[in-house]
């Protein structure tokens, strides 16, 4: 390990939320795991139309 790290037996619990921190500067990662509802309004269906908003019944004749 580099010179600014915590080392020691006890050290990984700091190491970890560090690498959790610093990993959101990471512009791949910061936009595939951003939390919001409107980055992908479809969730990943690969042949999604648009939205349901009501389903309605078509009656045959």
Same mark, same amino acid.
């Given at each position: @390990? =580099?010179? +600014?790290?915590?080392?020691?037996?006890? $050290? =990984?619990?700091?190491?970890?939320?560090?690498?959790?921190?610093?990993?959101? $500067?990471?512009?791949?990662?910061?936009? @595939?795991?951003?939390?919001?509802?409107?980055?992908?309004?479809? =969730?990943? #269906?690969?042949? #999604?139309? +648009?939205?349901?908003?009501?389903?309605?019944?078509?009656? #045959?004749?």
């Amino acid at each position: @390990m =580099g010179v +600014g790290k915590p080392r020691g037996i006890k $050290a =990984g619990r700091k190491l970890r939320n560090k690498r959790r921190i610093n990993r959101w $500067a990471d512009q791949h990662y910061n936009s @595939m795991n951003i939390p919001s509802r409107w980055k992908k309004p479809f =969730g990943q #269906a690969s042949h #999604a139309k +648009g939205i349901v908003t009501e389903k309605l019944a078509v009656e #045959a004749k």
